[in-house]
């Protein structure tokens, strides 16, 4: 199903494309989830003559300064308003990236053009917005960066706050990826909250020990087991990063301790307490503490 082809099967009204000299039969009640088309038909109700019947029987016409394609895309919209992409529900547990189905998601170019050019010169109805924005955001766990280069071109500051969280690292991009970003303060945001981010994950885990001030302390390996913990920390130190799942690192050391149930339980209970305080870190620039970003 292409996006740029548009049929309707009982039209009652017209639309031509200017530039393309194509036009496409409507249906009138379609056309009214715009408020640009609505205020068009009741100023040309206002301008018919009452009574004059040769007039009213013309096959209306409306002239459109946009290519086929785009006209294509807008009407497709309002005849058959997209709906929200479809989730697909996540096995894990502790998972907050939500996925979707990528055959219910608008492609990310289509959206581009159709939020930037058509939402708002058409006032296209919030109902449709929404369900617009609902598959921007959907692009974002994958798209972030773009995601949010667009979000903040387009003045959407929510939009961008939600996609800051999926950027990844600054330095991993390159100057052709980067230079999307249309301002050099939403480019200092993001550096802000990644490197808020990597601090508040290394405080985190330096300081969450496995016998968290001698509680749960196994006796026997009083000294080995917070040994293998400090060694496995400091590896990990050196390499967090601001989308770092610390927690799902130190994981791994459950499985090292099997041979003491103590050590283990211990062990689990600090793994537990890290990820329940990595939840609690920002992840998105307005999460950020009041006049982190000034
Ligand atoms: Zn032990």
């Given at each position: 199903m292409s996006w740029t082809v548009f049929r309707c099967d009982n039209p009652d009204f017209r639309v031509r494309s200017v530039p393309d000299d194509i036009t496409f039969g409507v249906k009138r009640s379609a056309m009214e989830r715009s408020e640009?088309?609505?205020?068009?038909?009741?100023?040309?109700?206002?301008?018919?003559?009452?009574?004059d019947s040769s007039e009213a029987e013309v096959d209306p016409i409306v002239d459109l300064h946009e290519p086929?394609?785009?006209?294509?895309?807008?009407?497709?919209?309002?005849?058959?308003?997209?709906?929200?992409?479809?989730?697909?529900?996540?096995?894990?547990?502790?998972s907050y990236v939500k996925k979707y189905d990528e055959a219910t998601v608008?492609?990310?170019?289509?959206?581009?053009l159709v939020v930037l050019q058509l939402v708002d010169k058409y006032l296209l109805d919030e109902s449709i917005t929404e369900v617009l924005q609902q598959h921007l955001l959907a692009h974002a766990p994958s798209n972030g960066l773009r995601v949010y280069a667009f979000a903040v071109t387009n003045n959407m500051p929510k939009m961008a706050s939600k996609a800051s969280q999926y950027v990844e690292p600054m330095a991993k991009y390159t100057f052709q990826e980067i230079k999307c970003i249309p301002t050099v303060k939403a480019y200092h945001d993001l550096v802000r909250l990644q490197d808020f981010r990597v601090q508040a994950l290394r405080d985190l885990l330096l300081k969450e020990d496995v016998f968290p001030h001698g509680y749960g302390a196994c006796q026997p390996h009083?000294?080995?087991?917070?040994?293998t913990w400090d060694t496995k920390r400091r590896a990990l130190l050196a390499r967090i990063e601001t989308g770092s799942d610390i927690a799902w690192e130190m994981s791994s050391l459950v499985e090292t301790l099997s041979d003491c149930k103590t050590c283990q339980k211990a062990c689990v209970a600090a793994v537990d307490m890290l990820a329940y305080k990595c939840r609690r870190i920002p992840k998105t620039l307005e999460k950020l503490p009041t006049g982190y970003l000034e």
């Amino acid at each position: 199903m292409s996006w740029t082809v548009f049929r309707c099967d009982n039209p009652d009204f017209r639309v031509r494309s200017v530039p393309d000299d194509i036009t496409f039969g409507v249906k009138r009640s379609a056309m009214e989830r715009s408020e640009a088309f609505r205020d068009m038909f009741s100023f040309c109700e206002q301008g018919l003559p009452s009574g004059d019947s040769s007039e009213a029987e013309v096959d209306p016409i409306v002239d459109l300064h946009e290519p086929a394609d785009v006209l294509a895309i807008l009407l497709r919209i309002l005849h058959d308003p997209p709906r929200p992409p479809e989730e697909i529900p996540s096995s894990e547990l502790d998972s907050y990236v939500k996925k979707y189905d990528e055959a219910t998601v608008i492609p990310l170019p289509l959206l581009e053009l159709v939020v930037l050019q058509l939402v708002d010169k058409y006032l296209l109805d919030e109902s449709i917005t929404e369900v617009l924005q609902q598959h921007l955001l959907a692009h974002a766990p994958s798209n972030g960066l773009r995601v949010y280069a667009f979000a903040v071109t387009n003045n959407m500051p929510k939009m961008a706050s939600k996609a800051s969280q999926y950027v990844e690292p600054m330095a991993k991009y390159t100057f052709q990826e980067i230079k999307c970003i249309p301002t050099v303060k939403a480019y200092h945001d993001l550096v802000r909250l990644q490197d808020f981010r990597v601090q508040a994950l290394r405080d985190l885990l330096l300081k969450e020990d496995v016998f968290p001030h001698g509680y749960g302390a196994c006796q026997p390996h009083a000294q080995s087991t917070p040994t293998t913990w400090d060694t496995k920390r400091r590896a990990l130190l050196a390499r967090i990063e601001t989308g770092s799942d610390i927690a799902w690192e130190m994981s791994s050391l459950v499985e090292t301790l099997s041979d003491c149930k103590t050590c283990q339980k211990a062990c689990v209970a600090a793994v537990d307490m890290l990820a329940y305080k990595c939840r609690r870190i920002p992840k998105t620039l307005e999460k950020l503490p009041t006049g982190y970003l000034e």
